[in-house]
């Protein structure tokens, strides 16, 4: 797996494509995969601290979104068992 130097950046619009923000984060020695995750984490983590509770995610990595939809079913999963 190679590994690269790395920033993630991305921009957070509302439905009505109005533009809410945009960010970067550098994240150091990681690899692609990892710049992907981290991508979506950190957007992740704005809109909820946002207060938004909707979100559509945009990426061009199938392995990265195969990943957040399990993690979702699994939170998803834990909160039906309380």
Known sequence: ??????TTEGVIWKQNAEW??????????????EVELLGILDGLAIIQI??????LIHTNSLESLKLCRLAVWLVRSQLYKL
């Open 50 to 55: 946002s207060g938004y509770k909707n979100v």
């Open 20 to 33: 809410i923000l945009g960010y970067n984060h550098y994240l150091g020695s990681c690899s692609i995969f």
């Open 1 to 6: 797996m190679e590994t690269v130097f790395a």
